[in-house]
């Protein structure tokens, strides 16, 4: 039997998705699971984009334009309008939710052995397209101490090479929830400019903002407008993650172009889910305001519980609703598998992603874990009753080394 490519067998596993099985096995066998390993909302998604779906009396559902429907693009243009942002319908292409644009982006913008820098802990799945696309990664270490603020000039300055291409960022950031401002990114603008590098701009996150903190898009950083690529999806802000809808949004029309090559490749985006899109445009903002304000109180929630656990090092996430968190263990992809396998209380655990998978350095994360706060304030409650009787109960605990037994950043 001929063998699987080199490719196929070392592109990294997910790691808010290795566990699944285990999870499903453990359901089957009778024990609830709250899961707080993957950016899956509880929150119902709209309805009226639900009914335009169901209303489509279409005939045949054909191919739309490789870069999406005009309708849809035009509409976005409004959207992105409530965030100062001045596009065109053309600046904007529709791809198969966020992954394809991230895949896009890289195919489109950097050859094989270039690399981007990308401030660790970051989303995952960077490091598999990266890994698919012969890109190497070049990480600079951000801090829990810090809150994971993005770090400082010197830290980006310092792993510029020549065959650096880009600097990859998300904003508010997944897995962190860390929130970067408009002063710190108007700074990473300097170096992006003076280096000729892209500045690659992961913004899925940008409704969820706590804090009276302001959201700042990078498409408006006019010194590199022509640097900077967005990456945007709905799934999130919508609670809609199997629409499968996103965009690539740039201002340089040569990414465009060499990114309207692979859209043609692959035809078209989703119809459905286009038309289930667009109809989000014309849902109420107060469907937002509200989504926001629950994604505070589990925030809220999450912080206070995590808190009053000795020896876990935590802090108040600024944007998004991920927290990444230092537990007092040996080994959190052991104790996150432990969790499953080995522990329940009062009928049920929890689901976590370990820490380990976000990081390109090797050795890091080894204690951390990333809590997406997904589920309603009862069940965070609940799961949280369950985290802090697991870090008691854990055969691998470990005493806080660093002298603070409950370290609580209220950055």
């Known amino acids: 039997m001929p063998s699987v490519s080199k490719r196929g067998e070392q592109t990294p596993l997910s790691p808010f998705r290795k566990l699944i099985p285990i999870a499903d096995r453990v359901k089957a066998a009778g024990k609830k699971v709250y899961h707080l390993n993957i950016g899956q909302p509880d929150i119902e998604t709209p309805a009226a984009a639900l009914a335009a779906v169901r209303a ?225 445009l014309d849902v109420e903002e107060a469907y937002l305001r509200d989504v926001k304000q629950e994604y505070d109180r589990r925030r809220q929630t999450v912080y206070r519980r995590l808190q009053a656990m000795p020896g876990v090092v935590s802090y108040k996430p600024g944007g998004a609703f991920y927290c990444f968190t230092q537990f007092p263990i040996d080994d959190a992809d052991n104790f996150c598998r432990w969790l499953l396998e080995d522990f329940e209380y009062n009928g049920a655990t929890v689901m976590l992603s370990p820490g380990r998978g976000f990081y390109a350095t090797p050795g890091l994360g080894h204690d951390e874990v990333r809590i997406a706060y997904v589920l309603n304030t009862t069940d965070l409650e609940a799961a949280m009753d369950c985290l802090e009787r697991a870090l008691i109960e854990y055969p691998g605990r470990v005493e806080n080394t660093v002298g603070v037994q409950n370290n609580a950043l209220a950055l």
Do not use: W
């Open 56 to 280: 489509t009396n279409m005939k045949v559902l054909a191919y739309s334009p490789a870069e999406g429907n005009a309708s849809y693009r035009e509409k976005l243009v409004h959207y992105y309008h409530r965030f100062h942002v001045d596009l065109k319908a053309e600046n904007i292409m529709i791809t198969t939710g966020g992954s394809e644009a991230i895949q896009f982006m890289f195919l489109s913008c950097l050859d094989a052995g270039d690399e981007v820098i990308i401030p660790e802990p970051f989303y995952a799945n960077y490091n598999g397209f990266a890994h698919i696309g012969d890109i190497r990664i070049k990480p600079i270490t951000s801090s829990i101490e810090t809150g994971f603020a993005l770090p400082d000039k010197e830290a980006f300055e310092s792993v510029i090479g020549p065959k650096t291409k880009a600097i990859f960022i998300t904003n508010p950031n997944n897995p962190t929830g860390c929130f970067y401002p408009q002063e710190a990114l108007e700074e990473l603008a300097a170096i992006v400019k003076k280096h000729n590098l892209f500045l690659f701009v992961d913004e899925v996150y940008r409704e969820f903002c706590y804090d009276g903190q302001d959201f700042f898009s990078t498409l408006r950083l006019d010194s590199i407008r022509d640097n900077v690529i967005v990456i945007d999806s709905l799934s999130k802000r919508y609670s809609a993650c199997g629409a499968r809808i996103g965009a690539l949004i740039t201002y340089n029309q040569e990414v465009l172009a060499a990114a309207s090559r692979f859209a043609k490749l692959r035809l078209s985006p989703p119809g459905f889910g286009q038309i289930f899109a667009e109809a989000t």
